[in-house]
């Protein structure tokens, strides 16, 4: 399979009284051809 999207280290971080939040952290993934995908969070 052929990788159409790939994504290594991912972060995320919100700021609250100048506190960082981590809300991703080093996330790695990918997504290949004939692949379906859906990343669920809290909201």
């Given at each position: 399979?052929?990788?159409?999207?790939?994504?290594?280290?991912?972060?995320t971080?919100?700021?609250r009284?100048k506190?960082?939040?981590?809300?991703?952290?080093?996330v790695?993934?990918?997504?290949?051809?004939?692949e379906?995908v859906?990343?669920?969070?809290e909201s």
């Amino acid at each position: 399979m052929s990788t159409l999207h790939e994504v290594q280290n991912l972060k995320t971080y919100f700021f609250r009284k100048k506190q960082p939040i981590r809300a991703v952290d080093g996330v790695d993934f990918s997504i290949n051809r004939g692949e379906t995908v859906a990343l669920v969070g809290e909201s």
